[in-house]
């Protein structure tokens, strides 16, 4: 229990500096996502890119859009803000949307779960705003929140300007951004349970029930597949962030402006192939493990202990054994005052002897300097010690 109380888990981020970004994308075919205007191909763990072409385009996400809508809520879920059993009042506006939708009606109450579905298996624009305005109290606000967010994940080429893709002037993305949008919302496991779905139904038992079939046709073709999101429009044709985990490892596959869903799901498909016949995904730690410890000297704690609060997995192309990596710790920070977030070390990863992957270690938490009494009290208990011994 002392042990405890005096050590501090370091927050685990994962970064994308492990070999440059030509190194894991050479060699790829140049067939991958032929008709596509834009497409990318992500590690979700790491963030590393596969393939890439014209990945930052600006184009309509279409409702792709509502990917970053399922991250605000399932953020709001998180922080307890929100839970899948509270009913939502439609107003008449959420009622109104067009396009893809569950038909909901004005006055008429629905559990956020069941609305949850509605988003990620049905695509429905009108379920789509009824959680926005649960959650930010209007439309206008919760847009406000997904364009903070987007920033905050380092979106440069998004701005939204509704919260279900259609339309609307300014409206705009790119493959990129819904790579990283996307590899947030997954990082909330719960969300394949609703994007993993193929078919469901709503208002079981109603005069009114209704039929989910999931617009993402991955889900019951390709294997594996659990999520995540379609969109099309006319200006943005067909679109779809699609994803798939096999063992440790998790692709994520955007495409964007394909001519038609065949051609779509057809280049997916062969990108996620692609990923899956390159790479493996090698575990260095799982969650809660022990990376290491570091003695602080005249601080409020004495020993900083390092914890994975995440498997630490890294991408490497078939056929390496976790056996041929080594890792060494480098600290970066010395000084006493340590502030959350900042970045205290780093995890470095060799195979042969060359550094092929880096992971930043962050405290989770403040830690200030030992006061003049902390400091006698400790020399004292030493001092105790020693002659014990």
């Known amino acids: 229990m002392i042990i405890r109380l ?34 990318i191909l992500i590690d979700a763990n790491s963030g590393k890119i596969l393939y890439e072409k014209n990945s930052h385009e600006k184009l309509a996400p279409a409702s792709m859009t509502k990917i970053m809508t399922l991250l605000l809520i399932m953020e709001s879920i998180e922080k307890k803000q929100l839970k899948y059993t509270d009913l939502v009042q439609v107003s008449e506006k959420a009622a109104s949307m067009g396009g893809t939708q569950i ?64 339309p609307e002037n300014g409206h705009l993305s790119s493959s990129y951004d819904m790579a990283l949008i996307a590899r947030e919302l997954l990082t909330h496991p719960a969300i394949t349970q609703y994007t993993g779905i193929y078919e469901d139904h709503l208002r079981k038992g109603s005069k009114k029930p209704f039929w989910l079939v999931n617009t993402n046709k991955l889900i019951k073709f390709y294997p594996n597949a659990d999520g995540l999101k379609t969109g099309f429009t006319q200006e943005a044709k067909y ?13 994520i596959a955007v495409v964007m402006g394909e001519p038609d869903i065949k051609t779509r799901n057809q280049e997916v498909a062969g990108m996620l192939d692609h990923a899956f016949a390159t790479y493996d995904s090698v575990l260095l730690f799982r969650k809660g493990q022990k990376i ?17 609060d ?25 000084q006493i005052p340590i502030r959350k977030n900042e970045l205290v070390g780093k995890l470095v990863v060799y195979h ?33 010690l020693q002659k014990k011994d």
């Open 239 to 251: 679109c779809l962030t699609a994803t798939a985990k096999r063992g440790q490892f998790r692709p």
């Open 103 to 166: 038909f909901l009606e004005p006055g008429e109450r629905m559990n956020v779960r069941d609305l949850v579905k509605g988003i990620a298996i049905a695509s429905a624009n009108d379920a789509t705003v009824a959680m926005a305005e649960r959650i930010a109290g209007s439309e206008q606000r919760f847009i406000a929140l997904m364009n903070q967010r987007a920033r905050q994940l380092g979106c440069q080429d998004t701005h939204f300007v509704n919260t279900n893709g259609l």
């Open 6 to 39: 005096i050590t501090m888990t370091i927050l685990v981020i994962l970064q994308l500096v492990m070999l440059p970004i030509t190194n894991f994308a050479q060699g790829v075919s140049g067939q991958l996502a032929a008709s596509a205007r834009s497409a």
């Open 352 to 384: 042969q002897g060359k550094q092929v992957d880096q992971v930043d270690l962050r405290s989770h938490i403040n830690i200030e300097e030992a006061g003049l009494w902390d400091l006698l009290k400790r020399a004292c208990n030493d001092l105790f």
């Open 292 to 308: 290491g410890i570091k003695e602080l000297q005249k601080a409020q704690v004495r020993k900083l202990t390092l914890y994975a």
């Open 310 to 334: 995440r498997d630490i997995s890294i991408l490497v192309r078939k056929g390496h054994s976790p056996k041929e990596f080594k890792y060494s710790i480098k600290w970066l920070k010395e």
